[in-house]
């Protein structure tokens, strides 16, 4: 939707959602969670996924008159097919709690915005964050703890949903694996926008190679991967076995921890874990694939190759992509359409044969401080309790611009039908009691920042693999010795 600049501005002001309204909002653009730089926006549309939404549960709200309330929301799910989700979502709410009025505030950068805010004292009552971002604002007091809140509540069951510590719960636990699977500690939020790694493929350009992809859990190796890309990179029609790339998220660490490593960081948050051989192979490997094999694009042909697509998957040319894609696949569904055949693919077996665990992330609803000042700390509760229901994470399995965090949701039979063919595999994926998550620290994103800036030299050819990742070491090392919030890996919680 195109709005003239004024009145965007006064549509961002005063937009929300009550109970006779229901607001477009794909104002504001948003961008892909696993996008390279050069990657356009997704498309706008919602991906093509059955029409029917999950059967309304009760409403025992309508039933008891509540003071009328004003619950200020902030996120950047407002275009594409998370946009289509939150437009169903916050328009159902409305009809299930008529006595709460959500202004949703459109951000397409939360994190400067919402420092500005916290320090303020003017922040949203319910805002859409990151782990790290919840371990950074927590140690200023940023959060309304809703634990008592939650135990008065007949929907809310620990069990349901797929935990993350640390990210709106406070547990300062090991995050190693395997990983806690109840919700445990003080809790300052809900649930809502899981991610995790896995595989996409081109079945249609994998067979037309002579490739049989698999279909059951730890039916390939890195030997067959290496040899399937051999078989499916043509150089005369520009087609490649890999997108191997510089993600750490969603690529490399994934394969690590498939190789043997066990965790990113040592227990003492003091260094990171790149200095072992299971770290270094699976970085090599996937490097290799770029310069030594060549049965990946290197990254200066990745625009090119993704043309009027996005991305060079999207346009065809790849067959196998290991990424995040697979928690997001109604960011690819119009881009693809019915050009190929695609899915989901099991776990590979890495050289060293380690439990094939996935990289995981949280981006949970807070409840801010604001709640408690104003008293809403029910109203904002509810909101991120029903965005974090089966209800409407059964929706996010239709829309799928992400995983449904409701372990109900994830295998229903709207979010498994194709397109994409295996979504079988995403829920096995989240199920896995090895996966791993990322942010066990507050100053993450700016470890990150280097980090990446220091890897990319393997990634483009400037420095060889073993290079590039002992920098990467090196500067882990001296950030985490100047590093003194909170630490993770402690025996016995501590709630502050």
């Known amino acids: 939707m195109d709005i003239p600049a004024l009145t965007r501005r006064r549509f961002v002001a005063g937009m929300g959602i009550g109970a ?28 093509a996924a059955p029409a029917a939404a999950p059967a309304a549960t009760a409403m025992p709200e309508q039933m008891v008159e509540k003071e009328s309330a004003e619950i200020r929301f902030v996120t ?25 009025f959500v202004k ?22 319910v805002a859409l964050l990151s782990q790290s971002d919840f371990l950074r604002f927590h140690e200023e007091g940023a959060f309304t703890e809703i ?35 109840l919700m445990t500690g003080p809790q300052f939020g809900m649930p809502f926008q899981f991610a995790i790694s896995g595989f996409v493929a081109n079945i249609s350009l994998a067979e037309g190679a002579g490739v049989t992809l698999p279909d059951s859990d730890g039916g390939w190796t890195w030997d067959d991967w290496t040899e399937w890309d051999a078989k499916m990179t043509n150089p005369d029609t520009g087609a490649y076995g890999t997108w191997a790339r510089d993600d750490y998220e969603f690529q490399y660490m994934p394969q690590m921890y498939s190789n043997g490593m066990a965790k990113p960081f040592d227990d003492t948050l003091s260094k990171t874990m790149y200095d072992l051989p299971e770290a ?12 030594v094999h060549e049965t990946s694009p290197p990254a200066d042909q990745v625009k090119e190759l993704g043309g009027e697509f996005g991305n060079p998957f999207a346009a065809g040319k790849i067959g196998i992509w290991p990424s995040g894609r697979v928690y997001s696949t109604g960011f690819a569904v119009p881009r693809i359409k019915d050009r190929f055949t695609w899915t989901l693919l099991p776990e590979v077996i890495a050289g060293r044969g380690g439990p094939p665990g996935h990289s995981t992330n ?26 974090a229901s089966e ?90 010795s100047d590093y003194d919030g909170p630490k993770p890996y402690v025996e016995t919680p501590v709630y502050p």
């Not at 950047?76 to 709460?100: V, Y």
């Not at 008592?148 to 090991?174: M, S």
């Open 20 to 47: 006779t309204s229901a607001v477009l909002l794909a104002a504001c653009g948003e961008s892909e969670s696993d996008a390279p730089a050069a990657e356009a926006p997704a498309a706008a549309a919602p991906a």
């Open 76 to 100: 950047d799910h407002t275009a594409g097919p998370r946009g289509a989700a939150m437009q169903w979502g916050l328009a159902r709410f409305a009809e299930k709690r008529p006595d709460i």
């Open 104 to 125: 949703l505030e459109p951000a397409a950068n939360l994190i400067d915005s919402l420092a500005i805010q916290f320090a303020a004292g003017t922040a949203p009552h």
């Open 147 to 181: 634990t008592g809140e939650l135990a008065k509540r007949d929907d809310f069951v620990p069990e349901d949903y797929y935990f993350l510590p640390d990210a709106y719960t406070f547990n300062n636990i090991d995050h190693s694996f395997p990983q806690p699977e």
């Open 280 to 291: 270094g192979e699976a970085w090599e490997y996937l490097i290799n694939k770029i310069f």
């Open 362 to 387: 949280d981006q949970p609803d807070l409840v801010t401080n604001s709640a408690e000042r104003d008293g809403s700390i029910e109203q904002s509760t509810a909101l991120a309790v029903f965005l």
């Open 391 to 480: 209800e409407y994470q059964g929706r996010v399995g239709i829309d799928r611009g992400h995983m449904p965090v409701h372990r109900a949701a994830i295998g229903a039979p709207t979010s498994v039908a194709p397109p994409p063919e295996g979504m079988k595999w995403l829920k096995a994926y989240a199920d896995r009691p090895d996966n791993r998550s990322l942010y066990p620290f507050s100053t993450f994103r700016e470890w990150w920042q280097q980090n990446r800036a220091l890897g990319t030299k393997g990634w483009v050819g400037e420095q060889s693999p073993a290079e590039s990742l002992q920098a990467m070491q090196d500067w882990g090392v001296r950030h985490l």
